[in-house]
């Protein structure tokens, strides 16, 4: 089975922490995602890597930033949590060419 | 930019009722397309895809999705929905050259009354 595994599936953080959310998949895939899901807006492309040290910047990076140091491995940092970044936090990996996506659980994030 | 559009945002249907959720992408080159569901506490699965060949995908639990390049449209229906359909549903898209990169649609909470 297929697995993509966040960290966390709950964090609560106060404003102004420093937020590390891990995700490690299984599969040697070289895409990793990162998006955040709110109801009525779907999901939104945080930032994603297609090779390690590689990434690139999706819809709504600010805020956020990266690491992908190994390829199973990839993680999403939140510089200085704000109240609006409270969310579902999704990891997702796939192969080069897009042909599928594999989710993990998700993190809920409250910051308060 | 690549956008995904989604007409509806929450569907409410009783059992054997047919579905038809809309989907709409703005993208002029070659493009895959799928429709993932994500169940209640669960996280999102792969209903079905669209790569090339027969523009009519089927998928699993009964769904299928026509591609009509010409309209743009990926189209999700199935003929007789049940209680257990009850779901969230997204469409998404990723274009050639674009490494991947899956943009998502708004998503659809589909809601069947039993």
């Known amino acids: 089975d297929v697995k993509v595994t966040q960290s966390s599936r709950y964090l609560v953080k106060r404003t102004g922490e420093k937020v590390f959310l891990e995700c490690v998949q299984d599969m040697d895939h070289e895409n990793m995602f990162w998006y955040r899901q709110d109801p009525g807006l779907g999901l939104r492309l945080i930032y994603f890597s297609y090779d390690v040290k590689m990434k690139e910047k999706g819809d709504i990076p600010e805020g956020y930033s990266v690491s992908r140091e190994k390829k199973e491995r990839f993680s999403l940092i939140l510089e200085s949590a704000s109240t609006n970044q409270t969310s579902m936090y999704l990891c997702?990996?796939?192969?080069?060419?897009?042909?599928?996506?594999?989710f993990g659980q998700g993190t809920r994030l409250t910051v308060v | 930019a690549q956008s995904v559009s989604q007409h509806n945002h929450h569907v409410i249907l009783s059992e054997a009722a047919s579905l038809e959720l809309g989907c709409n992408y703005s993208y002029g080159g070659t493009v895959n397309l799928f429709w993932y569901v994500q169940y209640p506490g669960q996280h999102l699965q792969l209903l079905l895809k669209?790569?090339?060949?027969?523009?009519l995908v089927k998928g699993i639990k009964g769904f299928e999705a026509e591609f009509i390049k010409s309209k743009f449209s990926f189209n999700l229906r199935k003929p007789s929905v049940q209680w257990s359909d009850t779901a969230e549903y997204f469409c998404?898209?990723?274009?050639?050259?674009?490494?991947?990169?899956?943009?998502f649609g708004q998503g659809t909470e589909l809601s069947v009354k039993p």
């Open positions: 997702a990996m796939s192969t080069q060419a897009g042909t599928e996506a594999f």
């Open positions: 669209y790569f090339s060949g027969d523009p």
């Open positions: 998404a898209v990723n274009a050639e050259n674009q490494g991947g990169k899956l943009i």
